[in-house]
């Protein structure tokens, strides 16, 4: 079983319209948690860090729910530009984990 | 300030030759990384420097592959006797400490034909 698991996708989204997805990670003492956004054949880039108490930074929310042991993202007016494949990643004492990525489309 | 950077870009060689890969950190960050990427595939982790403590090496497919970190900066990752598997980007990242984001490069892409 991978540590961290995400559903690959592909979202496709209408512009405009609300996207979500989680993922699970397998390491109840996993202390940071992140997601990275990662557009095709360059490098990922941080979105957003992910707090327990949630977090919400423009269009974009995350969650994080650690009894079991998921954090989402929810991505708010898709705009044709957040097309990417997100990463979920986890930290834990130091040693990140990343997920495969889900891939997200918007489309006009 | 300046980011993460990585040489050379694009490397292409000759399968059994060997290779080195540079990794410039972001200034001040004492923990660095080394992930590879094949084409269409998630990041494999290969190797995690922090600080002075001991590298974990435990993501490095063979002794083929090395790294090592001077200074407490610059990294090199080395691979010998190169082969066609190990063609893939690979991406280098640093954060300033334990339980903080990481900041990527730009990669080095290689080709071994």
């Given at each position: 079983?991978?540590?961290?698991?995400?559903?690959?996708?592909?979202?496709?989204?209408?512009?405009?319209?609300?996207?979500?997805?989680?993922?699970t990670y397998?390491?109840s003492?996993?202390?940071?948690?992140?997601?990275?956004?990662?557009?095709?054949?360059?490098?990922?880039?941080?979105?957003?860090?992910?707090?327990?108490?949630?977090?919400?930074?423009?269009?974009?929310?995350?969650?994080?729910?650690r009894?079991s042991q998921y954090?989402?993202?929810?991505?708010?007016?898709?705009?044709?530009?957040?097309?990417?494949?997100?990463?979920?990643?986890?930290?834990?004492?130091?040693?990140?984990?990343?997920?495969?990525?889900?891939?997200?489309?918007?489309?006009? | 300030?300046?980011?993460?950077?990585?040489?050379?870009?694009?490397?292409?060689?000759?399968?059994?030759?060997?290779?080195?890969?540079?990794?410039?950190?972001?200034?001040?960050?004492?923990?660095?990384?080394?992930?590879?990427?094949?084409?269409?595939?998630?990041?494999?982790?290969?190797?995690?420097?922090?600080?002075?403590?001991?590298?974990?090496?435990?993501?490095?497919?063979?002794?083929?592959?090395?790294?090592?970190?001077?200074?407490?900066?610059?990294?090199?990752?080395?691979?010998?006797?190169?082969?066609?598997?190990?063609?893939?980007?690979?991406?280098?990242?640093?954060?300033?400490?334990?339980?903080?984001?990481?900041?990527?490069?730009?990669?080095?892409?290689?080709?071994?034909?």
């Open positions: 079983r991978k540590e961290v698991e995400q559903d690959p996708g592909p979202f496709n989204v209408p512009e405009g319209a609300t996207v979500a997805f989680n993922c397998s390491n003492a996993s202390q940071s948690f992140f997601w990275y956004r990662q557009d095709c054949r360059k490098e990922p880039k941080l979105l957003m860090s992910v707090y327990s108490s949630g977090n919400e930074d423009g269009r974009f929310t995350a969650q994080l729910n009894a954090i989402s993202l929810l991505i708010r007016d898709s705009k044709l530009s957040d097309s990417a494949t997100y990463l979920c990643v986890v930290d834990s004492w130091g040693k990140f984990q990343f997920g495969a990525g889900t891939q997200v489309v918007v489309t006009p | 300030g300046a980011g993460v950077s990585q040489s050379p870009s694009n490397k292409v060689t000759e399968k059994g030759k060997d290779v080195e890969l540079r990794c410039d950190p972001i200034s001040g960050h004492t923990a660095l990384y080394w992930y590879r990427q094949s084409l269409g595939q998630g990041l494999e982790f290969l190797i995690y420097f922090q600080g002075n403590s001991a590298p974990d090496k435990s993501g490095l497919p063979s002794d083929r592959f090395s790294a090592e970190r001077t200074g407490g900066s610059v990294s090199t990752l080395t691979i010998q006797r190169t082969q066609q598997e190990d063609s893939a980007v690979y991406l280098c990242a640093s954060n300033r400490m334990q339980g903080y984001e990481q900041y990527f490069g730009p990669g080095t892409r290689l080709t071994v034909t």
